[in-house]
T-cell receptor
Framework: DAEITQSPRHKITETGRQVTLACHQT?????MFWYRQDLGHGLRLIHY???????NKGEVSDGYSVSRSNTEDLPLTLESAASSQTSVYFC???????????FGPGTRLTVL | AQKVTQAQTEISVVEKEDVTLDCVYE???????LFWYKQPPSGELVFLIR??????QNEISGRYSWNFQKSTSSFNFTITASQVVDSAVYFC??????????FGTGTSLTVIP
């Protein structure tokens, strides 16, 4: 069955370190998204991609970057982790722009 | 502004009661899509429904029903005869032609046995 996976599921890191969160989908979806979930804020869009080599900034993109070298993967990089980036991160994919997004299981990131 | 408002932060009901979760959206676009997702305590996000702006028919799926009213910009979700397994955070979301999803802040539902 097609699926979307995230790794690691839990990560503890220190302030200032670079961190990369992986997202892999086997749906063959063109669209992929990264969100962060924080209490009181719901899900906020960090970056999104509508295809290979395409990346776009979302609502809360500062301090994050993504790259899309193939259809299946959209890794999220925190260039220099900050305590404010402690959050749960969700990756999602969809077949077309207005289609349902299917979410990965999430990565809980703690920045100390 | 284009956004989604879920004014109810937390709701508690006793099992078997009906409960309605409110969702109010704002958009100037005529073409848009509305969604509901469920996030149980285990943390995953589960898709419940997708509705486009041209289809105002209400939908029923088992104990779940959705009331879409463009006149009030609302897309409310009702659970009939609630069960403990319905305890979760529920998110309403909006997609519009700016090609982004906007999620509400969620409503945490607790069903008390």
């Amino acid at each position: 069955d097609a699926e979307i996976t995230q790794s690691p599921r839990h990560k503890i890191t220190e302030t200032g370190r670079q961190v990369t969160l992986a997202c892999h989908q086997t749906w063959n979806h063109n669209n992929m998204f990264w969100y962060r979930q924080d209490l009181g804020h719901g899900l906020r869009l960090i970056h999104y991609s509508y295809g290979v080599q395409d990346t776009n900034k979302g609502e809360v993109s500062d301090g994050y970057s993504v790259s899309r070298s193939n259809t299946e993967d959209l890794p999220l990089t925190l260039e220099s982790a900050a305590s404010s980036q402690t959050s749960v991160y969700f990756c999602a994919s969809s077949e077309s722009m207005a289609d349902t997004q299917y979410f990965g299981p999430g990565t809980r990131l703690t920045v100390l | 502004a284009q956004k989604v408002t879920q004014a109810q932060t937390e709701i508690s009901v006793v099992e078997k009661e009906d409960v309605t979760l409110d969702c109010v959206y704002e958009t100037r676009d005529t073409t848009y899509y509305l969604f509901w997702y469920k996030q149980p305590p285990s943390g995953e996000l589960v898709f419940l429904i997708r509705r486009n702006s041209f289809d105002e028919q209400n939908e029923i799926s088992g104990r779940y029903s959705w009331n879409f009213q463009k006149s009030t910009s609302s897309f409310n979700f009702t659970i009939t005869a609630s069960q403990v397994v319905d305890s979760a955070v529920y998110f309403c979301a909006l997609w519009f032609t700016g090609n982004q999803f906007y999620f509400g802040t969620g409503t945490s539902l607790t069903v008390i046995p």
